[in-house]
């Protein structure tokens, strides 16, 4: 997060939208796309439809299941709910999570508003919340720039982030049915579920979770004090004892699938970023994978 926040978008302007224009371009309004709520047709059901489309009073007078088509809205609503907690600064600069989460950030903001779509932004950790409204431009996209990069984590109180409450404000704030991105590393207890559940019911929901190589695999460090950046707890630990790593790459596979298994129950779109990834080739498979998950 280095130089001003002008200097920053142009460089993201030129370093990735730029080579993104080809690639992406119109990509997210058939792939990340809100709907309207105006009524325009009926058909028939079929398996990959909406189950909440469903005109049930149709259904049961034709005995066939139907459902309700709208015309979409021209312009879309996004909101970028990013998590700005402690463990976020985890990494070496400039390739720092909260530094990705930043240019991730800004991309799809600039992505979206050139379009002439609006785009919203829900600032968290436990201790802050920044709410910055839903508008579209450059200039918009530039403010928002300015408020993550003055934005600072807060140091550690002994909890983990409270991604639940993360959710809930943000389903507090979306009022209208929106695409969500929810930008975070997901550390924390896995009592945010529900809540994530609760969002996909009224809005499309994507989840970006932002990772450093070094939390999937530990490399040998040999003896090393290790400090969760949330709690504040320490530990000393052997890197090079293979019992440890073993052990470590055990929990590290198990909360990988619970996570995973979570986002499933949640139906959301979940997409796994290292920091080490290109930023454009992340974004080309993001869009991708979520036409294949569509298909």
């Not at 990959?48 to 709208?70: C, F, G, K, M, S």
């Not at 508003?113 to 910055?132: C, E, H, K, S, W």
């Not at 790459?249 to 290292?274: D, I, N």
Request: with cysteine.
């Amino acid at each position: 997060m280095t130089g001003t926040p002008d200097r920053l978008l142009r460089r993201l302007e030129w370093n990735v939208i730029r080579r993104l224009h080809g690639q992406l371009q119109g990509a997210y309004r058939t792939v990340f796309r809100g709907t309207g709520i105006d009524f325009a047709d009926l058909r028939v059901y079929s398996p990959e439809d909406d189950v909440r489309h469903i005109d049930w009073n149709v259904t049961a007078r034709l005995d066939e299941p139907h459902v309700r088509q709208y015309t979409e809205d021209r312009e879309l609503t996004a909101w970028l709910v990013l998590d700005q907690s402690a463990s976020m600064r985890f990494g070496a600069a400039p390739h720092r999570k909260d530094s990705v989460l930043v240019e991730l950030a800004v991309c799809l903001a600039r992505l979206f508003t050139q379009g002439g779509n609006r785009v919203g932004a829900i600032l968290y950790d436990n201790r802050f919340q920044r709410v910055i409204p839903a508008r579209t431009g450059r200039t918009h996209v530039l403010h928002l720039t300015h408020e993550l990069t003055k934005a600072t984590a807060a140091p550690a109180d002994g909890n983990t982030t409270n991604l639940e409450a993360m959710l809930r404000l943000a389903a507090a704030t979306a009022r209208r049915r929106s695409l969500i991105f929810v930008i975070s590393d997901f550390i924390g207890d896995l009592d945010w579920e529900p809540a994530l559940t609760r969002l996909t019911h009224r809005h499309e929901v994507v989840a970006i979770r932002v990772v450093d190589p070094m939390e999937l695999e530990l490399p040998d460090l040999g003896l090393v004090l290790i400090e969760d950046a949330e709690t504040g707890e320490q530990l000393l630990a052997d890197t090079s004892d293979p019992l440890f790593r073993q052990r470590l790459q055990a929990e590290v596979t198990g909360r990988e699938h619970a996570l995973a298994a979570a986002m499933r129950r949640a139906t959301v779109t979940a997409h796994r970023m290292t920091t080490d990834e290109d930023l454009t080739r992340a974004l080309v498979g993001m869009v991708q994978s979520s036409k294949r998950r569509r298909a």
